[in-house]
């Protein structure tokens, strides 16, 4: 097994944790622990978050760059983690996962 797949097994295995993606520099999906339909709306929202939040953040320093967004509401919260190629998404229960 690769050690992209025992990564994603590892996160996917903390407490609360409902799924991980893992979203290619085009914003499609590469891998999945979600339904296609669920994978498909969380991509599609996050990538457009993501480019967003990038450009905010260069905007305010153009010497600065993005490297975690957070969002949490009464029901998930999304871990996300930008890279050049790649964006690892994580939702995860926010009232499991601090227990």
């Known amino acids: 097994m690769s050690e992209v797949e025992d990564t994603l ?8 944790v409902q799924g991980v ?10 891998r999945t622990t979600l339904d296609n339909s669920t994978t498909v709306q969380y991509t599609g929202a996050v990538s457009t978050f993501v480019n967003k939040a990038q450009c905010i953040v260069r ?8 490297t975690f967004l957070r969002i949490r509401s009464k029901k998930a919260e999304i871990l996300i983690a ?6 690892l998404v994580v939702i995860q229960n926010p009232s499991e996962a601090n227990i």
Not at 9 to 16: C, D, L, T, V
Not at 82 to 87: F, G, L, N, T, V
């Open 21 to 30: 993606i893992v979203v290619n520099c085009e914003g499609i999906a590469i």
């Open 59 to 66: 905007d305010l320093d153009p010497q600065n760059e993005l």
């Open 9 to 16: 097994k590892r996160i996917q295995s903390h407490r609360g």
């Open 82 to 87: 930008p890279d050049k190629e790649y964006i």
